[in-house]
């Protein structure tokens, strides 16, 4: 099965994404995967094909400012969760996805959990996988010390950053040729770096943990809830929380799992998400 890699232009931003196209003729609606900090489409390497096998098109993007997509200075990119949401429906317009299932992880993935706040009627389903979804979620030291002034900028230039994030949130060694592609961008760039910054500075966390927390308590569509229980940043206790103030959601707990569940387990994910996004509405 192979993942496609393809760039598109939108409002002059470059998006760098990869895309399994369905086996078979499917009417399963296709999934969008969106990724964290510091991480890039490359995480869903192993998602990517097993959705596709079952039918369902599967497109992972590099946020603008990650992996290989666009890196504007901040003065034509605001690196805000309103500039990220702008971008992404500009994203979606062009590749005319009217209907899809969204899939989201870590720091960054909340936006994308905003976007489907504002586009409700474009959301079939929600799966979270270890995401901040509660007032009571603090963006972790190891990734708030690359937006502080100086010491931010000389962390986001050491392309070993990457490793140590990565390798941190999952508590296991990412294999090298892995850690190659993660770190490429930081090598190819200084923009990598600086963007990384810019994002950190700019996640504006409060104000989007309280749209999530409020805004979910009426989303009457399904929300599978797949949560590494040993995430050094992001606790179990929100992933509860949230999960029992859903009209329609689950939580299923990932054991010996950390903050970036798709690295390591994506076979124990694919279990619970193939049959997820594959279930009609009355299923």
């Known amino acids: 099965m192979s993942i496609k890699e393809q760039k598109i232009t939108v409002n002059s931003l470059e998006w760098f994404y990869r895309e399994a196209e369905p086996v078979g ?3 399963l609606l296709p999934v969008v995967l969106l990724h964290g900090i510091v991480s890039q489409s490359y ?42 949401i702008t971008a992404l429906e500009g994203f ?6 009217d209907n899809f299932s969204l899939v989201v992880q870590g720091f960054l993935g909340s936006v994308g959990l905003q976007y489907a706040l504002r586009h409700p009627e474009q959301i079939a389903k929600i799966s979270i996988l270890n995401t901040p979804i509660s007032t009571t979620a603090k ?3 190891k990734i708030k010390q690359m937006g502080i002034p100086f010491v ?22 990412v294999k090298d040729e892995d850690l190659d592609i993660y770190r490429k961008p930081f090598l190819k760039t200084s923009a990598s770096g600086r963007s990384l910054l810019y994002t950190i500075r700019n996640l504006q966390l409060a104000t989007a943990m309280e749209e999530i ?7 009457e569509k399904p929300i599978l809830i797949q949560w590494g229980m040993i995430d050094p940043w992001l606790s179990v206790d929100m992933a509860e929380s949230f999960a029992k103030s859903l009209p329609n959601g689950e939580l299923i707990r990932l054991n010996n799992v950390g903050h970036y569940p798709q690295e390591h387990y994506h076979e124990t994910i694919l279990q619970d998400l193939l049959p997820f996004v594959r279930r009609s509405e009355s299923g």
């Open 139 to 141: 963006l972790p030291w």
């Open 213 to 219: 927390e409020s805004g979910f308590k009426s989303w």
């Open 92 to 97: 979606i317009q062009a590749l005319e996805l």
């Open 152 to 173: 931010g900028d000389m962390m986001t230039q050491d392309p070993l950053l990457v490793d140590r994030t990565l390798e941190g949130g999952s508590r296991y060694i």
């Open 25 to 27: 003729q499917s009417d």
């Open 43 to 84: 995480s869903w390497r192993n998602i990517l094909p097993g959705l596709a096998q079952q039918g369902t098109r599967a497109i992972a993007p590099d946020w603008i400012g990650c992996g290989f997509s666009s890196k504007p200075d901040k003065r034509d990119f605001a690196y805000t969760p309103e500039a990220f």
